[in-house]
C-alpha cells in the first residue's frame, strides 16, 4: 500500500477528531481517506477545523 500524495491532517469536528488525509472538499462536504484506508464524508458544518 502506498501513502496519498497529499498531507495528513488532523480534523476536528463536532464529533470529535479524525486524522486523514482529505481528498477533496466539495460542495458542502470534505473527503476523507483515514489512516485505516476508511473513506468518510463529513458535512462541511461540522468540520471545525484542519491542521
Not at 468518510?40 to 458544518?45: D, E, F, V
Amino acid at each position: 500500500m502506498q501513502t496519498p500524495c497529499v498531507p495528513l491532517e488532523r480534523i476536528a469536528t463536532t464529533d470529535g477528531e479524525v486524522t486523514g488525509y482529505v481528498l477533496s472538499v466539495d460542495s458542502g462536504f470534505v473527503n476523507v481517506l483515514t489512516e485505516d484506508r476508511e473513506f468518510l464524508i463529513l458535512p462541511s458544518g461540522e468540520v471545525l477545523s484542519r491542521e
